[in-house]
């Protein structure tokens, strides 16, 4: 979970692989995320360090999904205001309804400083998981 990656598709990978492997999406999906970054820029970079990438559920989505990676010296998404970017939620959703819920779920963490610091510097999945279940 806690990985050195050498850029900014290595990082997007490393979040969408672990959906890839349960089956909550196709694996074409991960490079939907890498033409919509290619044709609009980092639309998913989010804020200071947090990315969010995802593409269309028509992209290859088979259930909603979020998966998290946490990249510990940090990538370049070409965002100059927020890179470099540290924690990346991957996310599929089946509907427009579901992102739109999924975002509005997580964009208290994004908000607190604190806790998006104290989940970049956790030693272990198990500290993650307990900063994320406050929210």
């Excluded at 050498?6 to 490393?14: E, F, G, R, S, T």
């Excluded at 200071?48 to 992209?59: F, K, L, S, V």
């Amino acid at each position: 979970m806690f990985i050195r990656v050498n850029d900014w598709q290595q990082a997007v990978a490393l979040a969408v692989e672990p959906m890839i492997a349960r089956g909550e999406v196709e694996p074409r999906y991960l490079n939907a995320i890498y033409a919509m970054h290619r044709e609009i820029g980092p639309y998913y970079v989010l804020g200071e360090g947090i990315a969010m990438p995802h593409a269309r559920p028509e992209e290859g989505v088979i259930n909603t999904a979020l998966s998290l990676a946490i990249v510990s010296e940090g990538v370049s998404f070409n965002s100059p205001d927020n890179d470099p970017v540290y924690i990346i939620f991957a996310l599929a959703a089946k509907d427009s309804h579901s992102h739109i819920a999924m975002i509005a779920s997580l964009s208290q963490l994004f908000c607190e400083e604190e806790i998006v610091e104290k989940m970049r510097n956790a030693g272990s999945k198990k500290d993650v998981l307990k900063i994320l279940s406050q929210f």
